[in-house]
């Protein structure tokens, strides 16, 4: 394949839709590996002989490092070319799945999930930079159309997945799956990838950004896990957050004086930008929180198997779709910001519903609704942080908001985790009380905040309307 982009730049890629179609393969692939573990967790709990720490980290530690290198692999996709990054990042990420599924212990497997995570950072923002670049006009917006349907139903598809395989040939398969798709699209894109001109070095990876970002939000994250057992007032905890807070400084301070930031920081001085990040991270938070309770609450305390607790999850993730398009449809006409309310009541009045009644049709139920609310807010968020931004602004408002939602996948697995540790190690259920009771506080209170700083002009949703997560 020797078709050069810089020479037919206005000319439209002739095998576009067939790129744009393994590219969408190997992105929900990413999608789906932040929850498809999740049913497979109790049985990885039980072989490996893994503490619900290291249960916890098997999730938190692949969307901590996806989220916290996604913006360097941005960059470095603008500086190399977009299609090395993307062969690139699928190589890492398909060998690093391998090595997961053959992990023998805990330790091995979470360094297999941190090296996907730097697998999925690399590939999934130089495989939306390359659907940018073979698109325009009205088949750009189209294409933008199929990749963001599969961040709306992508994640909760992961727990379904995940139930028919750990049902079927077992836990490791959640990881063995990802290599054989992941071959065929390598050689598919290496034959079909337009080849492209070395970019020139306009500037420099800030590589040290990264890292800060990065540790810092690890050492939240750690805080939150440690708390389960240590408790959330002692000094160890608050040391912990203080430290981590610092280390935010730190970077805020750092991107400031850089040559080659990685984030604007400026941005998220914004109101619409600072309240649409603040809604993914939650929407994100309580999605985690959902399939983390949920998948231990079915095999953990009442026995079911992978597949029937898979199947359990069909509702949530036909409730989320249904939630992300019908607020879609309805954000242009009604505005932003009673949307953002609508879709966290009805997440803490789905959540509240378990914190009562630990009844499974109660438990399906409330998850299902919970997660309606939490695909409305997917869409706001989205529509809010990135509807009013300028052209050249979009690309770093994209990875900031790309870089929420893995953060709050993170945070919100650890936060859960040690909320309802009771239950995750013992057979009570107070622990998935305290846990589903704690979102739906979580989401009462967003409720309010978002009344207050979520923008109401429907008029700045108008001519571009976000549908995705």
């Known amino acids: 394949m020797t078709y050069d982009t810089t020479e037919t730049e206005r000319t439209p890629h002739p095998w576009r839709w067939r ?32 503490s619900r720490e290291a249960l916890t980290w098997t999730v938190s530690a692949y969307a901590l490092a996806f989220g916290g290198l996604m913006l360097l692999g941005g960059r470095l996709a603008d500086l190399i070319g977009a299609k090395r990054v993307v062969l690139a990042g699928l190589v890492i990420f398909t060998a690093a799945s391998l090595a997961t599924g053959l992990a023998p212990s805990s330790g091995l497997l979470l360094g297999g999930r941190i090296a996907q995570g730097v697998g999925a950072a690399l590939l999934s923002p130089a495989a939306l930079s390359l659907v940018v670049t073979l698109f325009d006009g009205d088949e750009r917006n189209k294409a933008l159309g199929v990749w963001s349907a599969l961040g709306g139903g992508g994640a909760a ?47 420099r990876l800030d590589v040290l950004g990264a890292l800060l970002v990065t540790a810092s939000t690890g050492t939240l994250i750690y805080a939150f896990i440690s708390a389960g057992d240590g408790g959330w007032l002692t000094a160890v905890t608050g040391l912990l957050v203080v430290l981590a807070a610092l280390g935010y400084l730190v970077f805020a301070l750092w991107q400031r004086r850089a040559a080659s930031p990685l984030m604007d920081v400026r941005l998220l001085a914004r109101r619409p930008v600072a309240t649409g990040t603040f809604l993914i991270l939650l929407a994100t938070a309580l999605m985690i929180a959902v399939f983390f309770l949920g998948t231990f609450y079915f095999q953990h305390a009442r026995g079911y198997g992978a597949l029937r607790t898979g199947l359990l ?3 949530v993730a036909l409730a989320t779709m249904a939630g992300a398009n019908l607020t879609g449809r309805a954000i242009a006409r009604v505005g932003a910001r009673p949307l ?24 399906v139920a ?31 408002a994209s990875g900031i908001v790309s870089t929420f939602h893995e953060f709050g996948a993170a945070g919100g697995a650890a936060v859960v985790s040690s909320v309802a540790a009771a239950s995750l190690v013992g057979d009570t259920l107070s622990g998935f009380t305290r846990g589903f009771a704690a979102g739906a506080v979580a989401a009462g209170v967003a409720a309010l905040v978002a009344a207050v700083l979520t923008p109401r002009k429907p008029e700045a949703f108008r001519k571009s309307r976000t549908t995705g997560a």
């Open 19 to 50: 790129i744009l179609g393994f590219l969408g393969v190997a992105q929900l692939m990413l999608i789906l590996d932040v929850t498809v573990v999740a049913i497979a967790l109790p049985h990885i709990e039980t072989d490996l002989g893994a």
């Open 157 to 203: 598809l992961g727990v379904l997945l995940g139930g028919a395989l750990t049902a079927g040939p077992g836990w490791p398969w959640v990881f063995f799956v990802n290599v054989p798709i992941g071959l065929v699209i390598l050689v598919a894109l290496i034959r079909l990838l337009p080849r492209q001109a070395a970019a020139a070095p306009r500037a």
């Open 313 to 315: 999850f069909l509702p």
């Open 340 to 363: 953002a309310v609508i879709g966290l009541l009805v997440a803490a009045a789905g959540m509240a519903a378990p914190a009562v009644s630990m009844h499974p049709a109660t438990v």
């Open 366 to 396: 409330g998850v299902s609704v919970a997660a309606a609310g939490t695909g409305a807010l997917f869409v706001v968020a989205s529509a809010t942080a990135l509807g009013q931004v300028a052209p050249h602004e979009a690309g770093i």
